[in-house]
C-alpha cells in the first residue's frame, strides 16, 4: 500500500536462484502486496527459493520475457481487488529493489501513469551494461523519439505502471519487445509517463541476454522491429 494504493510486483525469472531471493528481501514490504514470480521453465531452484522467500510463485511454460510478464498479470487480473499500480523488476539483482519509492513517486503523486528507472551512466556499476545494450538502448530510444515525439533515455526493466495504463496498453509481445512495446503504446495512446534515475549492478548467475551473442542479436532485432511496426 503507498497512499492507499495497492501495488504489486511482477518478477520474470528463468534460472535466478543464485538471485531471486536476494530481490525479494530487499522489496520494501510496507509499501507492496503481492510479489509475483513468473517462473519460466526454470530447471533449478529459482520457484522454490522463491516461495520461501515469500513470494507467489507462477509458472510459465512459454519462454519468453513477455510471456512471463503476461502470466503474472493474469494472475493480478483476477484478484479483488486488482491492483492499483504493477510494478516490474527483473530477477537477477541488477536492479536496487529498495528504490521501489523513488519508482512510484510519479504515480503517487499524480505526475504520471507509467514510470520507467533509466539506468544512467553515473549510476551504473562498471561493466552491468553491454556496450552493445547501451547502443541498443540509445537508438531505440532515438527512434521512438523520430516515429512518435517522446524521448525516453532507457528501456529499463524496473518500472511502475497504473493499472489503468496497463489495461489500455494491452501488452502482447511474449518475449523481448516487452519493455519497447509499454513504452511505445503509452506514446501512441497519450499515456503520461516520467523516467526516474536508477542504480544499476552487475547481475548475478548467468546472462540470458544481453550478455550473449544470440540473446543480443535476437533482442536488438525484435526492438527494432516492434518499434517499426507500431510506427
Ligand atoms: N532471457 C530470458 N529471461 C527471462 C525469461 N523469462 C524470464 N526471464 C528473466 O528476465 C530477466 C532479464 O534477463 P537477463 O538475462 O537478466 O537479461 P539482461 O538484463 O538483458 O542481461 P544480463 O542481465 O546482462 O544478463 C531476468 O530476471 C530473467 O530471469 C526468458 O524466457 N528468457
Ligand atoms: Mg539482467
Not at 528507472?117 to 523520430?146: C, D, H, Y
Not at 497504473?162 to 523481448?176: A, C, Q, V
Not at 542504480?199 to 517499426?228: D, E, N, P, Q, W
Request: charged share 25%; hydrophobic share 45%.
Amino acid at each position: 500500500m503507498m497512499n492507499n494504493r495497492i501495488v504489486d510486483i511482477v518478477i520474470p525469472a528463468y534460472n535466478e536462484q543464485q538471485s531471486v531471493a536476494l530481490v525479494i528481501n530487499d522489496i520494501p514490504k510496507g509499501l507492496i502486496r503481492h510479489i509475483v514470480v513468473c517462473d519460466n521453465n526454470s530447471t533449478d531452484l529459482t520457484a522454490q527459493v522463491a516461495r520461501d522467500a515469500g513470494a507467489v510463485v507462477l509458472r510459465e511454460t512459454e519462454q519468453g520475457y513477455g510471456a512471463a510478464c503476461l502470466r503474472g498479470l493474469d494472475f493480478l487480473r483476477k484478484q479483488d481487488p486488482q491492483p492499483d499500480i504493477v510494478v516490474f523488476l527483473d530477477a537477477d539483482y541488477s536492479d536496487y529493489p529498495e528504490e521501489l519509492p523513488l519508482i512510484l513517486e510519479p504515480i503517487i503523486s499524480g505526475k504520471a501513469e507509467m514510470v520507467i528507472g533509466a539506468r544512467v551512466a553515473r549510476f551504473r556499476e562498471k561493466g552491468s551494461m553491454m556496450p552493445q545494450q547501451i547502443f541498443g538502448n540509445w537508438l531505440a530510444t532515438w527512434m521512438m523519439s523520430i516515429l512518435f515525439g517522446g524521448r525516453f533515455t532507457d528501456l529499463g526493466p524496473f518500472r511502475a505502471i497504473t493499472w489503468r495504463g496497463l489495461e489500455e496498453i494491452e501488452m502482447k509481445d511474449r518475449n523481448f519487445g516487452w519493455t519497447v512495446e509499454m513504452q511505445v503504446k503509452a506514446l501512441k495512446k497519450k499515456i503520461s509517463w516520467a523516467e526516474v534515475p536508477v542504480h544499476y549492478r552487475c547481475r548475478k548467475g548467468v546472462s540470458k541476454v544481453s550478455g550473449t551473442v544470440r540473446g543480443s542479436v535476437m533482442a536488438g532485432y525484435k526492438i527494432i522491429f516492434t518499434i517499426l511496426r507500431y510506427a
